[in-house]
């Protein structure tokens, strides 16, 4: 017998930066040296304390089911957290915590919109966020921008294509950006807001990278404009990136309580709850682990500029410098319009480099950015100027 399989799971493609890690990784199990600029996590060990209280929390045997929206501790060291970092009250109950802030929006996603509701993305965009809201079966309304505005949308574009739409319902912001490393200021995200409110949509405000910011560049969170802002406003973010604790899968959403209460809802049908051990780390990671952040960001500034100076010193190569997260997107249309190897878009260059020069990166088709590929500079220093020389040689054999 022959099971149908759900239009769902048809219309889902894999994760294209997972795809590329693991075509990298099975590459370097096979004795090939590939330096991978795929991937989307810290080179960082998780801080040794946090480490400590897993190891503490197994030992007390704190391994049995939690609440579905996570232990009570961990809900107000996160309310604690928003008021220190971004002046935001929050109701320890207004909070959620998930398997990763991926699990959040899926959550998030799921408790607000119906069937053919339109949820607006700025382009380029994470990779999971079209394919979450297709899982709803709502409509991903991309809004592209351009290198010349930063990559960011306007309150102005904002307010023209909304004109456009019959049921907007849901806008998913991403400062720090994933693959930019763009930053909204104030001021615009004061004019987003501001229409947002006008047409009552629902801001998904995903601030996973907001510690990870550069020179005099700062993180404000959207909710932070105003308390009617705030109550119109969900935020996302985890450990994952700050902590580097990828793997400990812990993200949270905090917005209106019945948003909220809602998602708690769908994720104790799902999940239960979140990995008890995690729950406990996280604690420590939010309240105690401000000197590794810092470190780390130090590092990754200085890979930043080495990467961004060297990818502008590459014949017809433009990129501009990010602002936050670890990542760099530079535009490399001229080669795919210009070789000789029949390579026509972003996804062929990505595997000519891959296969041919032993170097990993992600295809900006991947992000809705087809003419630019994403570099990831979490790496080390040693890996990114080899990595760079390879990726020299590769445009120059075109």
């Given at each position: 017998?022959?099971?149908r399989?759900?239009?769902r799971?048809?219309a ?5 930066t ?12 096979e ?5 991978n600029?795929?991937?989307?996590e ?9 480490k400590?209280?897993?190891k ?7 391994t ?6 996570g ?10 957290k928003?008021k ?8 320890p ?8 802030a ?5 959550f998030?996603?799921l408790?607000?919109?119906?069937p ?8 380029p ?16 309304v ?7 505005n930063?990559?960011k ?5 904002l307010?023209?294509a909304?004109?456009?739409l019959s049921?907007?319902?849901?806008l998913?912001l ?7 490393g763009?930053?909204?200021n104030?001021?615009e ?7 947002c409110?006008k ?13 990870l ?9 959207i ?8 109550e119109?406003?969900?935020?996302i973010?985890g ?5 580097a604790?990828t793997?400990?899968r812990l ?8 948003i ?11 999940t239960?709850?979140?990995?008890s051990?995690?729950?406990?780390a ?6 105690s682990c ?11 500034q200085e890979?930043r500029?080495?990467?961004?100076a060297e990818l ?14 670890f990542y760099a ?5 001229y080669?795919i319009?210009?070789n ?34 994403r570099?990831s ?18 445009l120059?054999?075109l």
């Open positions: 017998m022959s099971v399989l759900s239009h799971a048809k889902i493609k894999p994760s294209p997972l795809t590329v890690s693991a075509l990298a990784k099975s590459m370097i199990a004795g090939i040296d590939v330096i600029f795929g991937v989307g810290p080179d960082f060990n998780t801080p040794e304390n946090v400590a209280e897993a503490k929390a197994i030992d007390e045997d704190f049995r089911y939690t609440a579905s929206s232990i009570i501790e961990l809900r107000e060291a996160i309310a604690n928003l220190r970092d971004n002046n935001l009250e929050c109701n109950n207004d909070i959620l915590v998930s398997p990763g991926k699990a959040s929006i899926a998030i996603l408790a607000v919109c119906d053919r509701d339109e949820v607006i993305i700025p382009a965009y994470w990779v999971s966020y079209t394919s979450q809201v297709e899982m709803v079966d709502a409509l991903p991309l809004l592209p921008t351009t290198m010349a930063d990559f949308i306007t309150a102005v574009q307010e023209e909304i004109k456009y049921s907007p319902k849901v998913i991403n400062s720090p950006n994933n693959p930019t763009s930053v909204y104030k001021q995200l004061e004019g987003i807001a501001e229409v409110l047409h009552n949509i629902l801001i998904i405000s995903d601030e996973i990278y907001e510690k910011i550069y020179d005099d560049n700062e993180h404000i969170s909710a932070s404009i105003s308390e009617e802002v705030k119109n406003t969900v935020i973010n450990v994952s990136k700050a902590y604790m793997g400990w993200g949270y959403a905090a917005g209106p309580t019945d909220i209460k809602s998602a708690s809802r769908i994720q104790s049908h799902i239960s709850c979140v990995n051990i995690a729950q406990k996280a604690i420590v990671a939010l309240n401000e000197d590794s952040v810092s470190e780390m960001c130090v590092q990754f890979r500029n080495i990467l961004i502008n010193n590459i014949p017809n190569i433009k990129c501009i410098k990010p602002k936050g997260a997107m530079p535009d490399v249309s080669y319009h210009n000789n190897k029949n390579i026509k878009n972003s996804a062929d260059l990505c595997e000519y480099l891959l296969k041919e020069y032993h170097i990993a990166i992600v295809p900006g088709s991947a992000f809705g950015a087809p003419g630019f590929v570099f500079y979490a790496n080390s220093l040693d890996n990114i100027k080899q990595g760079l020389e390879r990726f020299k040689r590769g120059e054999s």
